[in-house]
């Protein structure tokens, strides 16, 4: 039962004969009233702070996916209201309620408490709800995204093309991407190499085998993602040659939103970056440069990787291109 339904008719979820019965013996009241006392428990455990009595207001946070249990010794009317979260009531009654709280990007849920036999007596409970985690989504062997590539240089003038990526599966969780050409279906003879948490490690020669790897892994994701999560890191790879390679990047994720592209909608993390790239030399002949990349993605929650990014590549003498791919097809 979602929010929409419960708020306005709490009465509704227990039953015709129960209503009557309420009805039958004045409405569930007692002479007494019991004193207002709501037990809080999530995922089981008792809320140290005890039970909440009337005139109190207490806070919790909970993660995404949380379950919460209310339960009083005198019956209680209550009113929860979500803000940027949702919740699905699982069981009610006047003395025990539950409920399961989520939240994509964060959110708050705000439950007021009402003695029934005394409608004075109230007590508030401010939930804050975590944003929801996303972990690694597993590779398919032999997997193959096509995606269609739309270059505009500085002078404004624009590029089209499209490639493809192949899914291979390698030792203890690794994978390497292989990098095709749409039109003629061929392949690169170099391969991009991956750890199992999607973690960039180097690229290595189909052929021969020979690596060139970073001395860090470079993470365009850190796991488990969420809404406001950000990283930092350094990798460096020079692999023998005149050239050496390191780049420091900065990630965060932004939001949780819906994403439209040719190979389908998908509810995903939008994610931006800037990436600082520094090429050192040996060879005064080649002398080193720098440049940086500024992109904004957006990670399918559902697929566990990019279906859309937006790069800006910033160059020394002042000059920048712009590149925009997005994922036209997946074929598994």
């Given at each position: 039962?979602?929010i929409g339904?419960w708020?306005?008719?709490p009465?509704?979820a227990?039953g015709m004969?129960a209503v009557?019965?309420l009805?039958?013996c004045?409405g569930g009241?007692?002479?007494?009233k019991p004193a207002?006392?709501v037990t809080?428990?999530?995922?089981?455990?008792?809320d140290?702070?005890?039970?909440l009595s009337?005139?109190?207001?207490?806070?919790?946070?909970?993660?995404?996916?949380a379950?919460?249990v209310f339960?009083s010794?005198g019956?209680?009317?209550w009113?929860?209201?979500a803000?940027g979260?949702?919740?699905?009531?699982?069981?009610?009654?006047?003395?025990s309620?539950s409920?399961?709280?989520s939240?994509?990007?964060g959110g708050?849920?705000v439950?007021v408490?009402?003695n029934?036999?005394d409608?004075?007596q109230q007590?508030?409970?401010?939930?804050t709800?975590?944003?929801?985690?996303?972990?690694?989504?597993?590779?398919v062997?032999?997997?193959?995204?096509t995606?269609?590539e739309?270059?505009?240089?500085s002078t404004?003038a624009?590029?089209q093309?499209?490639f493809?990526?192949r899914t291979?599966?390698m030792?203890?969780?690794?994978y390497?991407?292989?990098i095709?050409?749409?039109?003629?279906g061929?392949?690169?003879?170099?391969?991009?190499?991956?750890?199992a948490?999607?973690?960039y490690?180097g690229?290595?020669?189909?052929?021969s085998?020979n690596?060139?790897?970073y001395?860090?892994?470079?993470a365009?994701v850190?796991?488990?993602?969420?809404v406001g999560?950000?990283w930092?890191g350094?990798a460096?790879?020079s692999c023998?040659?005149i050239?050496?390679?390191?780049?420091?990047?900065?990630r965060s994720?932004e939001?949780?939103e819906?994403v439209?592209?040719?190979?389908g909608?998908?509810?995903a993390l939008?994610i931006?970056?800037?990436?600082?790239?520094?090429?050192?030399?040996?060879?005064?002949d080649?002398p080193?440069?720098g440049?940086?990349?500024?992109?904004?993605c957006w990670w399918a929650v559902?697929?566990?990787?990019?279906?859309k990014?937006?790069?800006?590549?910033?160059y020394d003498?002042?000059?920048?291109d712009?590149r925009?791919d997005?994922?036209?097809?997946?074929a598994?």
């Amino acid at each position: 039962m979602r929010i929409g339904m419960w708020m306005g008719a709490p009465l509704r979820a227990l039953g015709m004969a129960a209503v009557m019965a309420l009805a039958a013996c004045g409405g569930g009241g007692s002479d007494d009233k019991p004193a207002l006392d709501v037990t809080v428990k999530v995922d089981g455990v008792a809320d140290s702070a005890g039970p909440l009595s009337a005139g109190e207001t207490g806070t919790i946070a909970v993660a995404s996916g949380a379950t919460l249990v209310f339960d009083s010794p005198g019956e209680t009317r209550w009113e929860p209201t979500a803000t940027g979260s949702s919740f699905e009531v699982n069981t009610f009654s006047f003395t025990s309620k539950s409920m399961t709280v989520s939240s994509h990007a964060g959110g708050t849920l705000v439950v007021v408490f009402t003695n029934k036999a005394d409608a004075s007596q109230q007590a508030t409970l401010n939930v804050t709800v975590a944003p929801e985690e996303f972990q690694a989504v597993a590779r398919v062997d032999g997997e193959v995204e096509t995606w269609s590539e739309t270059w505009t240089d500085s002078t404004g003038a624009v590029t089209q093309d499209s490639f493809l990526w192949r899914t291979v599966l390698m030792d203890q969780g690794t994978y390497g991407v292989d990098i095709g050409d749409a039109q003629t279906g061929t392949y690169s003879s170099t391969r991009s190499l991956y750890d199992a948490q999607d973690r960039y490690l180097g690229f290595a020669a189909v052929e021969s085998g020979n690596k060139c790897l970073y001395d860090q892994p470079v993470a365009f994701v850190s796991y488990p993602l969420h809404v406001g999560k950000s990283w930092v890191g350094d990798a460096t790879r020079s692999c023998g040659g005149i050239l050496t390679f390191t780049q420091h990047y900065s990630r965060s994720v932004e939001a949780y939103e819906r994403v439209v592209a040719p190979q389908g909608s998908h509810d995903a993390l939008r994610i931006k970056a800037q990436a600082d790239y520094t090429v050192t030399s040996t060879d005064p002949d080649q002398p080193g440069y720098g440049y940086t990349v500024n992109s904004t993605c957006w990670w399918a929650v559902d697929l566990g990787r990019n279906v859309k990014c937006n790069y800006v590549f910033h160059y020394d003498d002042g000059s920048s291109d712009s590149r925009s791919d997005v994922m036209t097809g997946l074929a598994r």
